[in-house]
């Protein structure tokens, strides 16, 4: 059977994308994918989602939405997808459990995962003190010492927002300079709380109860090499994110980093009847609330586009 509208990705703009589509009378099914709920699943506290005055732990919120898409009827179904071709309609993708699934629009709302330097205490602290989003989790942090690693663009405006809110904001910066644009640096440079740590690596981090300071070393592998502790109390990575995109990269345009490229402003692929919706297409806010209105654009548009076929 041909699924009228097909949504991959179960994070705020999957969800809220099957709410609309669900209410639309679409018949969707949403494939959860292997993290249901997307990123927001990996924070504690979310304080900037509208309708929760008091905030609330991220797991409970995408339970919320999970729950809203379920009582209007979507059918969620748990699996990864691990192949498509959009080379023409009806669309097909498959499972990794070899089960194929056909759909007359689909929803591409995979998200992107934030890069880690791969040190196995970001895991033990993830949301104890460890995080990809300053935006999202740098209000806890208010008057504490923080650390941001990167040195690019997103490093220095993380720094920056960061620094609005923390008493001392550490950079830890792997070259001896920063990549940022000639602008961005000399905002990180002008602002006193703002400590540039160039030509530093990260070793691991430490604490009891969740982030207390970080093992750092200062030209590492050179003879005048220097390791020490560094105290923090919250460590953000800022080297980029990955845009989970190349399921579809044959059939849709991306850009250089992988980002799918809409049309117009619109969730609009090239494709049609193919949608992108979230952090897949967003390389510039990726904020949960962003995402769930993209999610909100795009099943507004399958509908309109399963109209008009259903019109021909």
Same mark, same amino acid.
């Given at each position: ?31 959860? &994918?292997?993290?249901?709920? &997307?990123?927001?699943?990996? /924070? ?6 509208? &309708?929760?005055?008091?905030?609330? #732990? ?26 498509? #071709? ?9 499972? #990794? #459990? ?82 940022? /644009? ?22 691991? %981090? ?7 300071? !970080? ?21 953000? %990575? ?56 993209? &999610? ?5 548009? !399958? ?5 008009? %076929?259903?019109?021909?």
């Amino acid at each position: 059977m041909t699924i009228p509208c097909l949504i991959v990705g179960s994070g705020p703009a999957g969800y809220t994308a099957a709410i609309y589509a669900s209410r639309a009378g679409l018949q969707p099914v949403l494939l959860e &994918g292997l993290q249901p709920g &997307g990123q927001l699943t990996t /924070t504690t506290e979310v304080d900037n989602f509208p &309708g929760y005055p008091e905030g609330v #732990d991220g797991n409970q919120l995408m339970a919320d939405l999970r729950q809203q898409a379920e009582r209007f009827g979507t059918d969620i179904r748990s699996g990864l997808a691990v192949r498509a #071709d959009l080379s023409h309609s009806p669309y097909r993708i498959w499972m #990794d #459990d070899d089960s194929e699934l056909e759909c007359q629009s689909l929803i591409i709302a995979t998200g992107a995962s934030a890069k880690y330097l791969g040190l196995p205490d970001e895991q033990k602290y993830r949301g104890q003190g460890v995080s990809a989003c300053a935006t999202c989790d740098g209000f806890f942090y208010r008057g504490r010492t923080v650390a941001v690693v990167g040195g690019g663009d997103t490093a220095c405006e993380e720094a920056s927002y960061l620094a609005g809110l923390a008493k001392k904001v550490y950079m830890i910066v792997r070259k001896p300079y920063l990549r940022a /644009t000639k602008a961005m640096q000399d905002r990180v440079k002008g602002m006193e709380n703002i400590e540039i740590l160039f030509e530093h690596n990260t070793l691991g %981090l430490y604490g009891e109860d969740g982030v207390e300071g !970080a093992h750092v070393v200062h030209r590492m592998g050179e003879a005048d090499e220097r390791r020490y502790d560094l105290p923090i109390d919250g460590f953000f %990575l800022a080297i980029g994110h990955h845009p989970n995109s190349e399921l579809f990269a044959e059939w849709i345009k991306t850009d250089s980093q992988g980002y799918i490229v809409t049309e117009n402003g619109s969730p609009r692929t090239g494709v049609p009847g193919v949608f992108a919706a979230g952090d897949v297409a967003d390389p510039t806010y990726r904020q949960g609330i962003v995402a769930a209105g993209a &999610g909100a654009k795009a099943a507004i548009e !399958a509908e309109r586009y399963l109209a008009a %076929l259903r019109q021909a």
